[in-house]
């Protein structure tokens, strides 16, 4: 046991060092852009002030192209690591002079910079229709993290209507990724926030586009309405086909047929698909038929 403490004691140390090493890095890295950043301002500074026409002119093209690369610069403010470490008593460590010993030390710390979202919940969603997507959370070097207990909140609000929000689920998968589940209830843009200790993971905030209501087809699924009206003249379809001798709906091989079956209320030739031309409202019991009044 003791020779298991003066292992997890000399971690620790390790531990202490590697992000006192780090934290100094990003401290020199971020002076060295601050000095960067105020040499070049300083040196604009003194042309706009105490330089000429001339030299303002010729030293233009160049002043510029400084300025555009220092603001093209990028750093990040937030510390690279914290002061997070776990001492997990129940996990085995492994054998020490042939006995198995339990504890160990958990240092990774999430990065929110290297977090990322799965899923296509976050391009598009539907009104009135669950929508799901995942989050992943790394550490400083890009893996995953392989527990749970990491603070995620996510915000969803209308882009126009701002008083319309959608209200989302965060559920911890206990593996470093966490499952979020909304149901947006207006169609039209939204905005979603997604944050990991209090900072926005990479793209966040995300533009999310939500189409209105999937439109139901109200007709049936047939091969021509001929057929599917047992003949009935007056009888349409929405797919635009008649036939000669007064017949309103299409036949096959006859004009405006699409060549194969097809929703009645739209001419839609795919049977899972939406809706693109029937209305709401009841449909008569010979609604079968007549579907859409061309």
Not at 104 to 118: F, G, H, L, S
Request: net charge positive; proline share 4%; hydrophobic share 30%.
């Amino acid at each position: 046991v003791q020779t298991h403490c003066h292992g997890l004691l000399r971690q620790l140390e390790e531990i202490r060092v590697q992000k006192k090493n780090q934290l100094h890095l990003q401290m020199v890295q971020l002076e060295q852009v601050l000095s960067d950043v105020k040499t070049g301002v300083d040196f604009t500074e003194r042309l706009l002030t105490d330089g000429s026409d001339v030299e303002i002119l010729t030293a233009k093209g160049v002043t510029v192209r400084r300025l555009k690369r220092l603001g093209e610069v990028g750093y990040n403010v937030h510390p690279v690591t914290d002061d997070g470490i776990s001492f997990l008593p129940q996990e085995k460590a492994g054998q020490t002079e042939g006995y198995q010993v339990f504890g160990m030390i958990y240092a990774r710390a999430v990065d929110p910079n290297k977090c990322v979202i799965q899923g296509e919940a976050l391009q598009v969603g539907r009104q009135d229709n669950p929508s799901e997507f995942t989050v992943i959370c790394k550490d400083s070097a890009g893996e995953q993290m392989n527990k749970g207990g990491e603070t995620v909140r996510v915000s969803i609000v209308h882009k126009t209507k701002k008083d319309c929000s959608t209200k989302p689920t965060v559920v911890d998968n206990n593996d470093g990724s966490y499952s979020v589940s909304y149901t947006p209830v207006e169609p039209g843009a939204h905005t979603v926030w997604v944050c990991v200790k209090g900072q926005h993971v990479k793209g966040s905030p995300f533009m999310v586009a939500v189409k209105s209501k999937v439109r139901r087809h109200r007709g049936t699924f047939h091969c021509c309405t001929f057929c599917s009206s047992v003949g009935l003249k007056e009888a349409r379809c929405g797919c635009g086909g008649t036939m000669p001798g007064g017949y309103q709906g299409c036949g096959h091989g006859h004009k405006g047929h699409p060549g194969k079956p097809h929703w009645s209320c739209c001419g839609n030739v795919s049977e899972v698909s939406e809706c693109t031309g029937c209305s709401a409202g009841p449909v008569s019991p010979r609604g079968i038929f007549r579907t859409v009044a061309l």
